[in-house]
């Protein structure tokens, strides 16, 4: 009897992404969240020389020249924001919980300042952790936003940099591990001096804001003045890729673009608020509605914006100090830890809550975060536990001749899942029955996983019945 061929990449890290964008876009999430390897791949497919955690202050003009980093580019500021940020609304929608235009204002808020802060980390620290951080910032800014009672906002804020660390730390598998002590130093100085440059950047900012207010009063001026403000927090960005790169030519071009384009748009979101708003409240009361949703959206675009850029520096700043002494995770750590608590001291303003109770509510969140790697083995094994004895009962019943539906068990997706799964040696057995090389394909790709357990067990019963 013939032997099913083996499925190319099949049992492999090296599976190419789908030519589909809107799948490909949702297969990058993947690649990220759950298989970092086939990301690494997939950045050594492009064959632009780019290390797996490059950001795109990097990209050289030449490297610039190929298609697929377009595609990667359109994806991360795009396709992916617009599908977690549709996926949410449509959620909040569905429980009635966008009832007004207040409440509108606030999701539009939170996601805008998630997709800021995200556009600024993947400019200056790294593509991957930017895609991470847009879905992480663009769904906890939504709940904060939405919620505003502040105490599961600063839960959700919490949770959502401890995913940017779990993502950054992936995304270090190649380069050399620093000590505990010095990860441990690296964080502090990294928090300290970052926080301390970015609280010098906002205070020149604020009064550059207030000379604005004394001499021009609240005028589309007033704009002007926010977006001088922009440029100015936003030469400490110039600053980041430096520290990160050692070199001052993409330091003064990507921080003098992203300044004058985010202080353009800053400013273009205001005129455009201020104009559309006034256009609205000269028509008919019957589009009263349109006025309040269509302004709460503008006003909490610009709010967004702002909240965005000024957390942008408390992370940014703290990253790049710290993971130059310490590595990536030290510097995803201080970055997480300087703008959560940024973030929870602007909770404060907006929420009744007692500070005390938004504090402990935002730290309980960060230590879910932080200890991501650990909770998310439990939580997800009773979910994959039950599919992959599906899959092993589907192919008991199967023709020998058909392809198996080994590919699909979790341990060839989800890199993380630390505890064993029990059977899947019983599967690999199965196949090897039926077709050899592809038993010997799967036991090779589990011998350095987290499931080596399974690949041993599996050759040790394929042995014995030869």
Same mark, same amino acid.
């Given at each position: 009897?013939?032997?099913?061929?083996?499925? /190319?990449?099949v049992?492999?890290?090296?599976?190419? /992404?789908?030519?589909?964008i809107l799948?490909? !876009?949702?297969? #990058?999430?993947f690649?990220?969240?759950? /298989?970092p $390897?086939?990301?690494?791949?997939?950045?050594?497919?492009?064959n632009?020389?780019? %290390?797996?955690?490059?950001?795109w202050?990097?990209?050289?003009?030449?490297?610039?020249?190929?298609?697929?980093?377009?595609?990667?580019?359109?994806q991360?500021?795009?396709i992916?924001?617009?599908?977690t940020?549709?996926?949410?609304t449509?959620f =909040?929608? $569905?429980?009635?919980m +966008?009832s007004?235009?207040l409440a509108f204002q606030?999701?539009?808020?939170?996601m805008?300042?998630g997709l800021?802060?995200a556009?600024?980390i993947g400019?200056?620290?790294?593509?991957a952790?930017g895609?991470?951080?847009?879905?992480?910032?663009?769904?906890?800014?939504?709940?904060?936003?939405?919620?505003?009672?502040g105490?599961w906002?600063g839960?959700?804020?919490?949770?959502?940099?401890?995913v940017?660390?779990?993502?950054?730390?992936q995304?270090?598998?190649?380069k050399?591990?620093n000590?505990l002590?010095?990860?441990?130093s690296?964080?502090v100085?990294g928090v300290?001096?970052?926080? =301390?440059?970015?609280?010098?950047?906002?205070c020149?900012?604020?009064? +550059?804001?207030?000379?604005? #207010?004394i001499?021009?009063?609240?005028?589309?001026?007033? !704009?002007?003045?926010?977006?001088?403000?922009? #440029?100015i927090?936003?030469?400490?960005y110039?600053?980041?890729?430096?520290?990160?790169t050692?070199?001052? &030519?993409?330091?003064?071009v990507?921080?003098?673009?992203l300044?004058?384009?985010?202080?353009?748009v800053?400013?273009?979101?205001?005129?455009?608020m201020?104009?559309?708003?006034?256009?609205?409240?000269?028509l008919d !009361?019957m589009?009263g509605?349109?006025n309040?949703?269509t302004?709460?959206?503008?006003?909490?675009?610009?709010?967004?914006?702002?909240t965005?850029l000024?957390?942008?520096i408390?992370?940014?700043?703290?990253?790049?100090?710290?993971? @130059?002494i310490a590595?990536? %995770?030290?510097g995803a +750590?201080a970055?997480?830890?300087a703008s959560?608590?940024?973030?929870?001291?602007?909770a404060?303003?907006?929420s009744?809550?007692p500070?005390v109770?938004?504090?402990?509510?935002?730290?309980l969140g960060?230590a879910?975060?932080l200890?991501?790697?650990? *909770? @998310?083995?439990?939580?997800s094994?009773?979910?994959?536990?039950p599919?992959n004895?599906?899959?092993?009962f589907?192919?008991r019943? &199967?023709?020998?001749?058909?392809?198996s539906l080994?590919?699909?068990?979790?341990? =060839?997706w989800?890199?993380?899942? !630390?505890?064993?799964?029990?059977?899947?040696d019983k599967h690999?057995?199965?196949?090897? %029955?039926r077709?050899?090389?592809?038993?010997?394909?799967a036991?090779? =790709?589990?011998?350095?996983s @987290?499931?080596? *357990?399974a690949? &041993?067990a599996?050759?040790?019963?394929?042995?014995a019945?030869?």
């Amino acid at each position: 009897m013939a032997q099913p061929n083996i499925p /190319q990449n099949v049992y492999s890290h090296k599976s190419e /992404q789908h030519p589909n964008i809107l799948l490909g !876009s949702l297969q #990058l999430l993947f690649w990220i969240f759950l /298989q970092p $390897s086939a990301w690494h791949h997939h950045i050594t497919r492009m064959n632009l020389a780019l %290390k797996p955690d490059f950001s795109w202050a990097e990209v050289s003009f030449k490297q610039w020249g190929r298609f697929p980093l377009y595609r990667l580019l359109l994806q991360s500021y795009l396709i992916v924001p617009l599908l977690t940020g549709g996926l949410l609304t449509l959620f =909040f929608l $569905s429980v009635g919980m +966008i009832s007004d235009g207040l409440a509108f204002q606030g999701l539009i808020a939170g996601m805008v300042g998630g997709l800021t802060l995200a556009t600024t980390i993947g400019m200056g620290l790294g593509v991957a952790l930017g895609v991470a951080s847009s879905v992480a910032g663009i769904v906890a800014g939504g709940v904060a936003g939405i919620l505003t009672n502040g105490l599961w906002g600063g839960l959700a804020v919490g949770v959502a940099t401890g995913v940017v660390i779990g993502v950054s730390g992936q995304m270090e598998c190649h380069k050399k591990s620093n000590a505990l002590t010095r990860q441990i130093s690296g964080t502090v100085v990294g928090v300290l001096l970052g926080s =301390f440059a970015g609280s010098i950047a906002l205070c020149l900012a604020a009064f +550059i804001i207030l000379i604005g #207010l004394i001499r021009a009063g609240y005028g589309f001026s007033y !704009s002007s003045f926010i977006g001088l403000s922009v #440029l100015i927090l936003y030469t400490t960005y110039g600053a980041v890729i430096f520290i990160r790169t050692g070199k001052w &030519r993409p330091s003064l071009v990507f921080g003098t673009l992203l300044s004058v384009l985010l202080g353009m748009v800053f400013v273009a979101i205001l005129g455009a608020m201020t104009g559309l708003i006034a256009l609205l409240t000269s028509l008919d !009361s019957m589009f009263g509605l349109a006025n309040e949703f269509t302004g709460g959206g503008l006003m909490g675009a610009v709010i967004g914006v702002s909240t965005g850029l000024l957390l942008s520096i408390y992370y940014l700043l703290p990253y790049a100090i710290a993971e @130059r002494i310490a590595g990536p %995770k030290a510097g995803a +750590i201080a970055g997480a830890l300087a703008s959560c608590s940024s973030a929870l001291m602007f909770a404060e303003f907006e929420s009744k809550q007692p500070i005390v109770t938004i504090w402990a509510y935002g730290l309980l969140g960060l230590a879910l975060g932080l200890t991501l790697p650990w *909770w @998310r083995s439990l939580l997800s094994y009773p979910i994959t536990v039950p599919f992959n004895s599906v899959l092993y009962f589907l192919d008991r019943k &199967r023709a020998s001749h058909r392809p198996s539906l080994l590919p699909f068990h979790s341990a =060839f997706w989800d890199e993380h899942q !630390s505890i064993r799964l029990r059977g899947l040696d019983k599967h690999i057995v199965l196949v090897a %029955k039926r077709n050899p090389a592809e038993g010997q394909a799967a036991i090779e =790709f589990l011998g350095t996983s @987290r499931q080596r *357990w399974a690949a &041993r067990a599996a050759q040790i019963e394929i042995d014995a019945l030869r």
